[in-house]
């Protein structure tokens, strides 16, 4: 099974591997399975005990960028019962006497591609990134062995899951039905019913959270950027030389001919006797050419090659490895001038003919000169960026009040921006990772944030300026949009009263033609699947048609369904269309079968955590109790 983890630890893999390595585990610290201390625990799981700094920790790295969006109580209850889980699984494998041996763990972290420069572990990347991320190599490995060790535990249940023909066929065809419907949108009517000052005033304190301003921050920041470094570098010319003479391989020119050819050409299900028809004819053109005919006039009177015919067979100049290997060996074998004997391919009878040979050869020092430069300034960059970024984690975490000493210390320009919010910002605040770390608990406080390595290359490390937070609006502020929206549920309201009614006249036979005139709407007729379909509009229709029953002896089924606007669709499902498993090769069907076993897999793993929380004593007191 190890061998199956270590064959897939390129790619996404790896990228879940390390995640699940350096999350919850490496950011709160394998010595905590060692520690203890007087506080009360949150969650006991077996004979190992949760504090509150753990939960923090965990969801300070996962889940508090999502605060804004979802209850903040809710996200650290997920967070705690992914600790939880963790461990159950864990104790587990040790109760099932699981292992992984240390030339296994050595073989999947030399395997990581993070690790590794032009496809090799890179030890001395190994150890900056572990030291960037805290950690030592002992601590490291601890952590991808008890990741592995999950691992195993988890694979042991879903790779043991399969699936049958009738339930990839059963699948098949509800996964890819298709339901006609007729429908309406009914418009909203007049909205100019009146709303008192209690109504208004009662909304207001119902709704107080609705109308806050958004909390805010600016920020100062410095950023570390490999371009920048690069422009500083001046590198002298023998540095230049000794790279070109390291890298002279990198700029060689391949050997080049310019080649001609003429096809003969033999369909693929052809007989013996139309092969030896097309080879006689390819040789009697080449003793033609060989008696001195013109090859190009040859080629466009007898050639089956479309590309080549009109330009007298020309396939210009051509270097080794993109023809067919039996075209290519021919033509590179031949002499310039020479005219090849009759060569088989897959597309028929060639003879092939080199006009011109361009040598191999070297570029000179002078015609590369601007590209090494760039080279040696990128090398040069990049080894002082990791030097610099390690200096830069480290002046910010010493003096975790100011950004001063960085700044100083690097030549960095101290940056402001802002004021932006969690879910928006401009410039460098437009990027999700920058108002992520602007709005943590830790640089609220006042810290510096740990670095920030955006997709460009750039590593930002920011502290907050100003904080502002989330201000109540008073009600004469919002009251003209807090009575517009009592009008849009009042009118909402006598628009779902009116659509019911309608419903029950369609039921009892009336056609939907008709009560669309009575609003002036238009009736639509649409074939949908259940994948959403770009128009919004419509994309609300999706779930309540593929929830409702199917028609039966050609009587359509009628619904309705509420907008999120408040308007109204009425609906008739007029036709059901199954899809065609027939339709599928038998490699479209195994991989259907193969997805569906992982999915069953997967729900079989949920079920057996579910078996493992009831058997392995798990006390949680959280939010805790005094």
Excluded: C
Aim: no cysteine; aromatic share 8%; glycine share 4%.
């Amino acid at each position: 099974m190890l061998q199956t983890i270590r064959d897939r630890a390129q790619g996404i893999f790896a990228w879940i591997i390390l995640i699940l390595i350096i999350v919850p585990f490496a950011l709160w610290g394998i010595q905590n399975y060692f520690s203890s201390g007087k506080e009360k625990p949150i969650a006991v799981v077996g004979d190992r005990e949760f504090f509150e700094r753990d939960l923090l920790q965990l969801y300070e790295q996962q889940y508090a960028r999502f605060s804004g969006r979802y209850d903040e109580a809710e996200l650290k209850r997920q967070a705690l019962e992914r600790l939880v889980d963790d461990e159950v699984l864990f104790q587990t494998a040790r109760e099932k006497h699981l292992s992984v041996s240390d030339a296994q763990v050595a073989r999947f972290i030399r395997t990581l591609p993070f690790f590794q420069t032009d496809g090799k572990f890179d030890e001395e990347k190994y150890q900056r990134l572990l030291a960037a991320q805290g950690l030592t190599t002992a601590g490291f490995v601890a952590q991808v062995r008890r990741a592995l060790l999950l691992e195993q535990l988890r694979r042991s249940v879903t790779d043991s899951d399969f699936a049958t023909e009738p339930e990839a066929e059963r699948f098949y065809r509800l996964q890819n039905q298709q339901r006609t419907i007729a429908y309406v949108i009914l418009p909203l009517p007049d909205q100019t019913v009146e709303v008192d000052d209690a109504e208004i005033r009662a909304y207001y304190e119902q709704h107080r959270d609705r109308f806050l301003t958004p909390e805010q921050v600016t920020i100062e920041y410095v950023t570390l950027s490999v371009d920048d470094i690069a422009r500083t570098i001046q590198p002298s010319e023998a540095e230049l030389t000794r790279y070109y003479e390291e890298q002279r391989q990198a700029f060689a020119v391949p050997e080049q001919r310019r080649i001609r050819h003429i096809l003969v050409a033999v369909p693929e299900n052809a007989d013996e006797k139309a092969r030896q028809q097309a080879l006689a004819k390819t040789r009697e053109i080449r003793q033609r050419l060989l008696a001195g005919e013109d090859f190009a006039q040859l080629a466009r009177e007898y050639s089956d090659d479309p590309g080549s015919k009109a330009k007298g067979g020309d396939l210009g100049f051509v270097r080794r490895g993109v023809l067919e290997k039996r075209f290519e060996k021919a033509a590179f074998s031949l002499a310039e001038g020479e005219i090849s004997e009759p060569v088989e391919t897959p597309f028929g009878y060639h003879i092939i003919q080199v006009t011109e040979i361009r040598p191999a050869k070297v570029k000179p020092f002078e015609a590369v000169k601007p590209q090494i430069l760039e080279a040696v300034r990128r090398q040069e960059a990049e080894n002082r960026f990791y030097q610099l970024g390690e200096q830069l984690a480290q002046l910010a975490y010493e003096n975790p009040q100011s950004l001063e000493p960085a700044a100083t210390a690097l030549g960095l320009k101290i940056q402001s921006a802002g004021p932006f919010s969690r879910e928006k910002g401009e410039g460098i605040a437009a990027d999700p990772k920058i108002r992520n770390a602007a709005f943590s608990a830790e640089v609220l406080e006042g810290n510096n944030s740990e670095p920030v390595e955006l997709a460009d290359g750039r590593v930002v490390v920011l502290r907050v300026k100003e904080h502002y937070p989330a201000k109540q609006r008073p009600l004469d502020e919002v009251r003209d949009q807090i009575a517009a929206e009592l009008r849009r549920q009042k009118a909402g309201r006598r628009l779902a009263q009116q659509a019911d009614a309608w419903l029950a006249e369609l039921k009892q036979g009336a056609k939907l033609e008709d009560i669309a005139a009575r609003t002036k709407a238009r009736v639509e007729t649409v074939r949908l699947r259940r994948e959403a379909p770009e128009d919004p509009e419509v994309a609300e229709l999706v779930e309540p048609v593929f929830q409702a029953p199917k028609p039966r002896q050609n009587a359509p089924v009628f619904l309705k369904v509420p907008l999120h606007d408040g308007r109204q669709a009425l609906m008739a499902v007029t036709e059901i269309q199954e899809g065609n498993y027939a339709d599928l090769d038998s490699r479209e069907k195994q991989t259907l079968r193969d997805n569906l076993a992982r999915l069953f897999g997967l729900l079989s793993f949920k079920e057996y955590q579910k078996q493992l929380r009831r058997r392995i004593e798990v006390k949680i007191d959280w939010p805790p109790t005094e």
